[in-house]
């Protein structure tokens, strides 16, 4: 996954110059909630006391950073057709963020039921798991 940092109608979308940590830390981030039970949570893409503006999902992501309620960084192809028409602004950074690689996880301390095994199958299915690495339309 290749991460964009972006912003849009936000003082760091006029800067025309790579965005430094304090830059960055001195405004709200937009981050998706971590859901795991059995842990603390993680936050990726945040800096130390940085603000935040929790959403559920990275869909819910877009829209407050579209609207310039916050940086954050999001993957390049959920919002490509926002960066083109401006929607969104791409802000190289002093520290840029490494592409990572998705992966599924499931709990394995119990037997293998019909519904866990159906899933498998459908990621197993090329078109579906690039369809959930795209995600849905960002516009």
Known sequence: MDWVLVAARHPLAALDRPLRREDISA?????????????????YGMLGGQSALAVPSMRAKILP??????????PRQRVSPLLAPGELVEKATADP??????YVAWRGNYDEGRALQWWIEQLRQ?????????GLDAS
């Open 27 to 43: 405004h709200r981030a937009v981050v998706v909630t971590d859901s795991s039970r059995g842990s603390a949570g993680h936050a």
């Open 65 to 74: 950073q579209r609207q310039g309620l916050g940086i954050g960084w999001l």
């Open 126 to 134: 090329p078109r579906l798991a690039q369809r959930l690495v795209d």
């Open 97 to 102: 963020r490494e592409p990572n690689t998705l």
